[in-house]
């Protein structure tokens, strides 16, 4: 297979982790003789500092010619004045919005390796393996109006949540596909009880699940999921919900499995197509001391393996050698207990490359 794969390190560990991650692709293109090429490209922080736009033309424009678009991060301390004009988010917004992936999926495993990484009991995270589905392009982080202003002397702000059923219908319907694959059974989390928008969600998401009589449903309002989270993360399998939430539920699931630096992503739309990024951020933090874990970004390319260009047999590979380098004992600073010695990032990419 030939395939063209857009890389966008972005900003503080990005370069880091895509680079590890780009080793594991091309492993895999040597081993089944697929041609991956590779074009880097701007984006985030570094694209204003040089262009002065977070998502260039010329970015976008590989991007959408592309197959598959891999992400490190974007974003950092240089770039995060509120009060600026052009900001990293704003790049990533617009090309999730161009590319037109309105499903952010994001799976939630607990690796047997990592059980006793997590913050929870291990009895309570045994089991444990969710695919959250985020609306990605529409509800309040896009409702317009937005903006700020004076309201009787006082400095203001509004947004504006917002959903129509075409993208409530097309996000639910992936869910309960991917349902269809796994165990049976959807829940989709809302907050219909003060909502309006919530309100229209839970009645088209009704809709939907009338058309998939094999599969279990269920609503769940937003502030019990958080808890459900912590207290009972084992019943869920696939899990749906709009920008905000989605948001915020799967960064508090992911703390589940015990480290960002284990997570993957990807979002799709219609085509094929994908967007594949690790969940965490650019890590300010650590960047450029060569310590980042880059297993999400690896596990990544597993999903963009699958989901973007077909090769199953490829993608499962790639997770079983993760899985293998974890059973062996490695593990990056992130992940290491007391007296495990850490493995860098370089090492760690190394590791998933001889374990292929
Ligand atoms: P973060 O995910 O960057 O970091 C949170 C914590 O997790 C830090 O202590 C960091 O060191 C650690 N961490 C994250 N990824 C790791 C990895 N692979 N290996 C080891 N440790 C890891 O979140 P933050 O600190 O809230 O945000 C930092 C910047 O990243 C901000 O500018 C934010 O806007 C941006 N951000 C970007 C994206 C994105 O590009 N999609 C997502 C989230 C945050």
């Known amino acids: 297979m030939e395939a063209k794969i857009t890389l966008l390190p972005g900003d503080g560990?990005?370069?880091?982790?895509?680079?590890?991650?780009v080793k594991v692709l091309t492993a895999v293109a040597a081993q089944h003789t697929h041609t991956f090429t590779f074009t880097e490209k701007m984006a985030g922080g570094i694209a204003i500092d040089e262009t002065g736009d977070p998502l260039p033309e010329d970015t976008l424009g590989a991007c959408l010619e592309s197959d598959a678009v891999l992400l490190g991060a974007v974003g950092g301390p240089k770039w995060s004045d509120p009060k600026a004009a052009v900001r990293p988010e704003q790049g990533l917004l617009k090309l999730r919005k161009s590319l037109g992936v309105f499903a952010n999926i994001r799976p939630v495993k607990v690796f047997a390796a990592l059980a006793d990484a997590s913050p929870l009991r291990p009895e309570r995270v045994q089991n444990v393996d969710i695919v959250f589905v985020r609306e990605l392009t529409g509800g309040i982080y896009f409702g317009q109006p937005q903006g700020r202003e004076m309201v009787d002397g006082l400095r203001s702000g509004h947004d504006t949540m917002r959903y129509n059923e075409m993208e409530i219908k097309?996000?639910?319907?992936?869910?309960?596909?991917?349902?269809?694959?796994?165990?049976?059974?959807?829940?989709?989390?809302?907050?219909?009880?003060?909502?309006?928008?919530?309100?229209?969600w839970r009645e088209?998401?009704?809709?939907?699940?009338?058309?998939?009589?094999?599969?279990?449903?269920?609503?769940?309002?937003?502030?019990?999921?958080?808890?459900?989270?912590?207290?009972?993360?084992?019943?869920?399998?696939?899990?749906?919900?709009?920008?905000m939430?989605?948001?915020?539920?799967?960064?508090?699931?992911?703390?589940?499995?015990?480290?960002?630096?284990?997570?993957?992503?990807?979002?799709?739309?219609?085509?094929?197509?994908?967007?594949?990024?690790?969940?965490?951020?650019?890590?300010?933090?650590?960047?450029?001391?060569?310590?980042?874990?880059?297993?999400?970004?690896i596990l990544s390319t597993a999903m963009l393996l699958r989901s973007s260009l077909g090769l199953e047999e490829e993608a499962s590979k790639v997770e079983t050698a993760v899985s293998q380098v974890l059973a062996a004992g490695y593990r990056t600073a992130?992940?290491?207990?007391?007296?495990?010695?850490?493995?860098?990032?370089?090492?760690m990419g190394d590791l998933v490359v001889k374990a292929l």
Request: proline share 5%; net charge negative.
């Open 334 to 347: 992130d992940l290491a207990r007391g007296g495990e010695t850490a493995v860098n990032t370089q090492e």
């Open 13 to 21: 560990i990005g370069p880091e982790v895509v680079n590890e991650a």
């Open 245 to 297: 939430f989605g948001d915020i539920l799967s960064d508090e699931a992911s703390m589940i499995s015990g480290s960002l630096g284990m997570l993957p992503s990807a979002a799709l739309g219609e085509g094929m197509l994908g967007l594949y990024e690790p969940i965490h951020g650019s890590a300010p933090d650590i960047a450029g001391k060569g310590i980042a874990n880059p297993l999400a970004t």
């Open 170 to 200: 097309r996000v639910v319907n992936v869910a309960f596909k991917l349902a269809q694959g796994r165990r049976g059974k959807v829940t989709s989390v809302d907050k219909a009880n003060v909502l309006a928008s919530s309100r229209v």
């Open 204 to 243: 088209v998401a009704h809709e939907v699940a009338a058309e998939y009589p094999d599969i279990e449903y269920e609503d769940v309002l937003v502030d019990a999921m958080a808890m459900y989270l912590v207290n009972r993360p084992g019943d869920f399998d696939v899990v749906v919900t709009g920008n």
